[in-house]
């Protein structure tokens, strides 16, 4: 690999840069070196979903998603790295102007319209998750619902106008005269932008293309950081003020970003999209559709990836409590050597793991669903869309004959590592699943966990939360009028049509 500049479309033209810090933002590239100031800057961590732009690739061939062929995907503008943008191409709010004609774009004169924006500093990011649902459902000839459309926002926050005008505006923008990107030049200067060679840019930052050059470049360095969609380290940047020094960024290995299932297993790439791994896993088990639409936010699940959750390794994590209760293992890798373990044995204590200097996370491999076990997810928090969970818990079991023949209960949020709840796994195998069973588990619960107190909830909180959430498993999977899931799930009020993730 040879250093060259960061090279990337944006604005009509491919803009290239060679003096900015390997880890300078995004959003700070744009507002004080572009002076394109419509991308505001709110919390500076991903949370508020004022900095919202939109990052468009060349679409994989057969891709359902894609938009006159380009992967468009909403991202936090203020915790990417601007190296990360090379090879792609970038929009943001002063795009949207002048799309199919002079005027404004369709969501923007919907928000217009519907008054969907009063101090309007919120505004460009929601404007520009609305596009991206825009540009999608026009690809594909469909119209969101109320709810579809407020999945596709919860990674927007806003503090004065409220959400209901918003949703509106989001019907709206249909109705108005439509109006679709030009997709072909972008597609033509990404085709120009395309390289087999792995980049370089200065001595701090490398991307190669292929998992023998990153194996072999991780293991000549072994001190250098793995740099996936920045979700986590974006905030060592912008909230730490920390030197990350060199980086190895994996977001460019193909091989890393398949998720697919060979031979009875789920296969997810360790540099897949959260997005695209939670779509999978549901996939396979539709009971993990509200989990997944709760993970964070559309733009942290399309930056950031399901294996970067999981060498991170929070013990407040939610991708990590649901692979261990599928029986996941995870695949790591240092030079030629590829080893493979149970998940539940990779974490040792808080935040620390069983990679070796040199080895990086490979993979995950899941078992496809079979016959006889249920699964289960939930997560507990005090905000209900794109907030960090007090308790996530994830509920596999196997009955045969009324009695529990396997049983898998993994909980996050409860001790310094996410793991099973051995004693009230133990207090359910080979026992008839009844309500007296349950409440064995449940007493187990205190002898498996002391939680701490910290300021999402008081340990005493977090053992009720687990106890319920027992108590809800067994209501969903008893063998006498087990509850259905539509009196279980939070969209019950409102109707939550499945598929509400493609807006995403």
Sequence with gaps: MSSRPIRFFHRGKIVEIDRASPTRTVL??????????????????????ACTVV?????????????RGLALRSVNACIQFLPALDGKALFTVEDLKGIGGDGLHPAQQAMVECHGSQCGFCTPGFV???????????????????????????GNLCRCTGYRPIIDAGQRMFELPRADLDAAPVVDALRSLQSDIGFDYGEQFHAPRTLAALAALRAARPDAKILAGSTDM?????????????????????????VEVRAGQLHIGA??????????????????????????????????????????????????PVL?????????????????????EFYVAYMKNRLEPGEFVQGLTVPVPQPGWQVRAHKVSKRFDSDISAVCAALAIRLDGGAVRGVRFVFGGMAAIVRHAERAEAAV????????????????????FTPLTDMRASAGYRLQVAANVL??????????????????????VMPHETGAGEIA
């Excluded at 590239?29 to 508020?48: I, M, Y």
């Excluded at 990052?55 to 938009?67: I, N, Q």
């Excluded at 596009?131 to 709810?147: I, L, V």
């Excluded at 195998?429 to 498996?448: F, R, S």
Aim: net charge negative; glycine share 8%; proline share 6%.
């Design 28 to 49: 700070d590239w744009l507002r004080e070196d572009a002076r394109h100031t419509g991308t505001k800057e709110g919390c500076n961590e991903g949370d508020c979903g």
């Design 55 to 67: 990052v468009a690739s060349l679409a994989e061939p057969g891709d359902s998603r894609a938009v």
């Design 128 to 154: 520009m998750s609305l596009w991206s649902a825009y540009e999608h459902h026009n690809a594909c000839g469909s119209r969101p619902s109320r709810q579809q459309l407020a999945d596709a926002l919860s």
């Design 234 to 258: 974006g905030l060592w940047v912008t909230k730490g003020l920390r030197n990350l020094g060199e980086l190895i960024y994996v977001g460019e290995v193909a091989e890393l970003k398949r």
């Design 271 to 320: 540099a897949a999209s959260l997005e695209d791994a939670w779509r999978a896993l549901a996939a396979q088990w539709p009971s993990l559709e509200d989990v997944w639409l709760r993970f964070a936010s559309p733009p942290i699940r399309h930056a950031g990836t399901m294996g970067g959750n999981v060498a991170n390794g929070s013990p407040i994590g939610d991708a990590p």
């Design 324 to 344: 261990m209760a599928l029986d996941a293992q995870i695949v790591l890798r240092r030079g030629e050597r590829v080893r493979t373990m149970p998940l539940r």
């Design 429 to 448: 195998v080979d026992k008839p699943w009844t309500q007296a069973t349950v409440d064995a588990a449940k007493q187990a619960l205190g002898e498996d």
């Design 471 to 492: 108590q809800r498993f067994w209501l969903e999977t008893r063998a006498a009028d087990p509850l259905p899931a539509s009196a279980l799930s939070v969209w019950r």
